[in-house]
């Protein structure tokens, strides 16, 4: 992949409040607010990766930015990182949800289930209900990923049950021009 190409691409740097912890959440593409967005332009799909140990957003930005073009920017891809594990340089303003009504003090945010509800929270929070994720996760991201799926199965996945070859068949007949 050209490096000019990835570099054109818009990335979008904020650290939100979720359940009262720092959180850094890099965006790629136009797409920094789904939920003030009600117009036609909102995307109907998130690309939502989760991060591996020790939860740094931007070790996965190539990847991200990668995607973000293989997909000609038709849907947002997001990076989260854990809760605890990044702080906003002292410049940078930190976000509070606009709607607290799923933000909840969680046990033990730092523990394993605390990481996954947290990003529960973060999309119950910021992406609304009609917009269907597609959720990548590595190492640990993958682990937190499943287990979102487990407690909450009402997340509009996209196709979380066909095997990787109908999943690739389906994904290039959907993402053609």
């Not at 854990?82 to 009504?101: E, L, M, T, W």
């Not at 009609?130 to 640990?140: A, D, M, N, P």
Request: proline share 7%; net charge positive; with cysteine.
């Amino acid at each position: 992949m050209d490096s000019k190409i990835k570099e054109e691409i818009p990335v979008h740097e904020e650290f939100v409040l979720c359940c009262g912890i720092e959180t850094q959440v890099l965006k790629c593409g136009p797409w920094t607010d789904l939920l003030s967005d009600q117009g036609a332009n909102r995307p109907k799909v998130l690309i939502f990766i989760i991060t591996g140990n020790p939860g740094l957003t931007t070790f996965y930005l190539p990847f991200a930015k990668a995607l973000y073009s293989l997909i000609n920017g038709r849907f947002p891809v997001w990076i989260i990182g854990h809760a605890g594990h990044s702080v906003a340089p002292r410049d940078k303003k930190i976000r509070a949800a606009s709607d607290d009504s799923n933000t909840q003090e969680i046990k033990d945010i730092y523990g394993l289930r605390g990481q996954i509800e947290h990003k529960l929270v973060f999309l119950r929070t910021h992406v609304p209900k009609q917009i269907k994720l597609v959720l990548i996760g590595h190492s640990i991201g993958c682990y937190i990923s499943l287990q979102m799926l487990k407690y909450a199965p009402e997340l509009p996945q996209m196709l979380p049950t066909l095997g990787a070859k109908k999943w690739c068949k389906w994904w290039r007949e959907t993402t053609k021009p």
